[in-house]
Every structure is written in structure tokens, then in C-alpha cells.
């Protein structure tokens, strides 16, 4: 069963879930798909023979013994063990792994940067991602990178995995498609996907140049955050989450699979497509997500609630209700509450922010945080709107206002976040950010009852 959007050669699954085709809804469901009939083993995992000649293997994301551990069943034409050889050491160099701490670079302070400009170079999903921070160390799986990717060709019998760290895809500009080994999913700006630890997959350019932000997780995967009063509903709501159906390619051809592990990339050379699961059942898959879909809640009378209110995702830490990244997403939204100060409010705090601006206005910022650009805040350095945000929302007619064509995202970390040599020195910095707070009055009188 061929479909006409995908590359020649691979096939799926025919969807049965009506308007998403080719997706199954749901988050961390136990799905099963396959796509060839009768390809899925029913009542056991591991027959003594797989139908169509296929193996068994399972695909880990957690320990075994979790209480709720992720694994995929795959059910593939050839073992994983076929699509590796012996590795070569290759150099990535702009791709770079936490602990990156550099002597000549500080990253103590408040930045902001213009959006990277594309290149007439050809860069692929490996060679187009620049890092931008690293958190933590990736060597105790502990912590987090962003980065900046900036793609303009498609992989062509090139694959890539990571055991280091799940990738949370933000896209920016332009369309992608990750061909994975469990499903085909394409993402394009106000969407996300999710590639897990440990999966291979190839990226084509639907629509280029391509640009975005990509959060590299190394700790616990991301989860939905636990609503506690907010109940059952709104923020993001499972349904909303899409799952691809099986497909895979049975294709001989030189190949390569780059791998990164340990913040080192190596490659390895086969003879054919390792993309090759026709059927798998289990928790532990890649995912889109419609930005769109995220119903956010605020202040119905008074005061702005923290920013985690936002939050889209998490990856908890072994701290309760201290997480290891949260990815939170200030979308277009009403505000409504009374003889409050609108605008996210001063602060410094022990999380650390990187921010992305997908499009439109940022009402803290409402000058030089364009589409494209990303700006970091430091733990405990503080921060908040600049002196045009402040007086305009000091003085607004406080009636319902609806912010509109806005959507930026943030990835938290309790971790510092580490500049690396590119941000720092290569990357389009402002260099004039930090005096936005410069022409902030003093306001102070001390007689009583003046505001």
C-alpha cells in the first residue's frame, strides 16, 4: 500500500482514523500498527517464527524494570545489528554536547539574538545544527542542549540517531519530513515533533530553507506536565498528539547512519536502508503536535500567573515539581484581569530560559524579539519588560484585549545554560540587548498614597 506522499519506495499502513491520515491520536498510548496484513504478532510478542519471514526486536527507551517502562515491539526485515558495522570517528563541529564550558566565553548575563540567516551552503539535518547553550553533562543524562538548525538539502541515503538525548523539533521557516523507523511524520511552523532517544530516521526538505530550535533532552523524556487543580482539561489535551502509522522501505542501496553518542558523532557504512519496521506495538514512538491545539488558562480577575502556567511539556528531575526542562509556549490568548500588570512581571529565579520567537510580537518585548530570534536569561539573573512594555501596560485602559498573531516558546532548565563558542562569537548577537532596561525610571516618591 503505496502512498503518493511519501518517498519512493517506502510504504504504510492505510489509516483508519479518518482526517489525520496516516497518524493514531493519542499520548503515550500503546499503539500497534502495521503495514503489511497480518505482519503484527497477536497475543505474544516474540513468535518462534515472525510472519513474512520478519524479526522480533525491541526498541528500549527506560529501564526494564520502570514502573510504567517505554518499549517498542518492532517487527523488521533485518535486525538492528545489520545496520551498523564498525563505526569511524566523523567531526560535527558545531553540534555540541554539555559539559561544554568554555574559559573564554560568559555566559553570565541576559542575551538576545537576531534570527541566523540562511546560507547558500548545503546543510543537511547533522551539518545545519549549530548549538546554541548546553546544561547539565550528557555523560550522567542529566540536562539539556538547544540549538538552531538551519537545513537547505534533503538526506539522501543518509540516516541519523542519537543515544544521547530525545529532540524536541520547533520549527520556524519551512517544511520537514522525518522519515522514521516507526512512521513518516512532516512538521512545518506551529507544529513540534518529538524524535526519541535511540531511533533512526532521515530528514528531507519539504519546503526550504528550513529554520527552527530543537531542545536535546538527555534526562527522563518529556511528559505531560500534571494539571493538579486545573483538572482534567485544557493546555494540552492527549488527543491532540499524532503518532505515525508503520512504514518502512525495503531498499538496498549504499547507505550510511551517523550516531551520535557521548557528545561524539561516528558513522557506519551499510548496503542498505535501515528504515525497515513493517509493523510495531508499544509506547515508545515519535510524535507531532499542533501548536494551535494548546488551550491556554490565566487570571480571570486578577494578577499574572507564573509562566508555568504555559507549560506544554516536561521532563521531571528527580526534584519534585523542579523539572529537568519544561517547554512552555505563550501563544495568541485574551487578557482580562482587573488593576493588574499584564505583561510577565520582574523576576529572577533559579530556572534558566531560553526563548524562541516562532512569530509575530512578544508583549514583554515588543521591539527587537523578532520571528527567528531566541534570547537566554540565566538562573538568578533578573529580568522582564523593557521600559516600552512597562509604560504602556503601567497605563493601558485595563479592558478585555485580545493578543493576537503572537507565538513564542521557552525551554526552561534548572540547570545554568552554557554559551557555546558559535553563540557567543559567530551567532547574530545583540549586543545592545541588555541596555533595554537602561531608561527604566525611577519612580520612587515617598509621599503617602502616591502612585
Not at 555540541?96 to 560568559?106: E, G, N, R, T, Y
Not at 544521547?164 to 516507526?182: A, H, I, K, M, Y
Not at 494539571?227 to 482539561?233: E, H, M, Q, S, T
Request: net charge negative; charged share 20%; aromatic share 12%.
Amino acid at each position: 500500500m503505496t502512498s503518493h506522499n511519501l518517498p519512493a519506495g517506502m510504504i504504510r499502513a492505510v489509516s483508519t482514523i479518518g482526517p489525520h491520515e496516516g497518524y493514531m491520536p493519542g499520548f503515550a498510548n500503546d499503539f500497534e500498527t502495521e503495514a503489511l496484513p497480518g505482519a503484527l504478532p497477536q497475543g505474544q510478542n516474540s513468535p518462534q517464527k515472525c510472519a513474512y519471514g520478519l524479526y522480533a526486536e525491541q526498541l528500549s527507551g527506560s529501564a526494564f524494570t520502570k514502573p510504567h517502562p517505554e518499549r517498542t515491539w518492532c517487527y523488521r526485515i533485518r535486525p538492528s545489528v545489520k545496520h551498523t558495522t564498525r563505526f569511524e570517528k566523523i567531526e560535527v563541529p558545531l553540534w555540541k554536547s554539555a559539559p561544554h564550558v568554555l574559559a573564554d566565553v560568559i555566559s553570565l548575563g541576559q542575551y538576545r539574538w537576531d534570527p541566523v540567516p540562511h546560507s547558500a551552503e548545503d546543510l543537511t539535518w547533522i551539518t545545519g545544527m549549530r548549538t546554541v547553550t548546553t546544561a547539565g553533562d550528557v555523560n550522567t543524562q542529566a540536562g539539556m542542549a538547544s540549538h538552531i538548525y538551519l537545513v537547505t538539502r534533503s538526506m539522501e541515503d543518509e540516516y541519523f540517531y542519537s543515544a544521547d538525548g530525545e529532540l524536541l523539533v520547533v520549527p520556524q521557516e519551512g517544511r520537514l519530513r522525518f522519515c522514521t523507523e516507526l512512521g513518516v511524520i512532516d512538521v512545518e511552523p506551529k507544529e513540534i515533533a518529538l524524535l526519541p532517544r535511540g531511533l533512526v530516521y532521515r530528514v528531507e526538505v519539504l519546503e526550504g530553507p528550513a529554520r527552527g530550535f530543537v531542545c536535546e533532552n538527555y534526562g527522563v523524556p518529556f511528559t505531560l506536565p500534571n494539571r493538579g487543580p486545573i483538572g482534567a482539561n485544557c493546555m494540552a489535551n492527549p488527543r491532540d498528539f499524532k503518532t505515525p502509522v508503520a512504514a518502512f522501505e525495503d531498499r538496498d542501496a549504499p547507505s550510511s547512519v551517523v550516531l551520535k553518542w557521548c557528545g561524539q558523532f561516528h558513522r557506519t557504512r551499510i548496503g542498505h536502508s535501515p528504515l525497515d519496521v513493517v509493523a510495531w506495538h508499544g509506547n515508545y514512538a515519535p510524535w507531532k503536535y499542533d501548536l494551535r491545539t494548546y488551550s491556554p488558562v490565566g487570571a480571570i480577575l486578577f494578577d499574572h500567573p507564573d509562566p508555568s502556567i504555559f507549560t506544554v511539556l516536561t521532563a521531571p528531575s528527580g526534584l519534585e515539581g523542579t523539572a529537568n526542562i519544561d517547554f512552555v509556549l505563550f501563544r495568541e490568548r485574551w487578557l482580562v484581569a482587573e488593576n493588574s500588570f499584564r505583561p510577565p512581571w520582574y523576576h529572577k529565579n533559579v530556572m534558566s530560559e531560553l526563548m524562541g520567537n516562532i512569530y509575530g510580537i512578544y508583549d514583554a518585548k515588543p521591539k527587537g524579539f523578532v520571528p527567528g530570534g531566541m534570547s537566554l536569561h540565566n538562573c538568578m539573573l533578573p529580568h522582564g519588560p523593557d521600559r516600552n512594555a512597562f509604560e504602556g501596560a503601567s497605563n493601558a485602559n485595563l479592558k478585555p484585549e485580545k493578543l493576537d498573531e503572537t507565538m513564542s516558546f521557552m525551554f526552561e532548565t534548572r540547570f545554568p545554560q552554557h554559551l557555546t563558542e558559535w553563540a557567543a562569537k559567530s551567532a547574530p548577537l545583540q549586543d545592545d540587548y541588555i541596555d533595554c532596561w537602561d531608561s527604566l525610571d525611577k519612580k520612587f516618591d515617598g509621599t503617602p498614597g502616591v502612585k
